[in-house]
């Protein structure tokens, strides 16, 4: 079955870090575009972070220096490491696959706070 | 960065309605504008992309249309299982952007 698993969300206090990862079956990560999509409490969505080709990246300019995007193409996996974080990053966040999103995992809870 | 302008941002309809969302964008952007469906506790679901093209499996309700910087989407009839909050974003250029949302409500 073709789809996207995220994991490794929680709570961390501001000024943290995590690494979320994103599980891919039925598909290789290594030759699409993949990117991670957030949705804070009650909000619109938000896009993050994109990687494709070679190891080509681009960022919100909220999140640019903090988090990096990667890929194990061997594990089929994609990461998000958020460094830094604030509490304005409370989220979900999503993974998602192509341009446009044609694939969404379900997504994982990430809760910045005190 | 291109901004995109949704509107309305609430739309109260009933089974069986026509309605219309309109989706603006700071600078054109040709076709590159998708339409995702988003239901409460999901993940979002394309609809459209480019701009007037129904992805596979997508009822025919649903349309799209426009170019350059004024996008719409239509359902013809609204059915129950369309009550849901709907975005556009452009893939124009990085970053992609999303609109601020329509949620469609029951009246």
Redesign the interface.
Known sequence: EVQLVESGGGLVQPGGSLRLSCAASGFSVGGQYM?WVRQAPGK????VS?IYGGANT????SVKGRFTISRDNSKSTLYLQMNSLRTEDTAVY?CARG????L????TVVTVSS | DIQLTQSPSFLPASVGDRVTITCRASQAITNYLAWYQQKPGKAPNLLVFPASTLQSGVPSRFSGSGSGTEFTLTISSLQPEDFATYYCQQLNSYPLTFGGGTKVEIK
Request: hydrophobic share 35%.
């Open positions: 990117t619109g969505l938000e896009w994109v681009h960022y919100a300019d999503y341009e446009p999103f044609n969404w995992g379900l997504g």
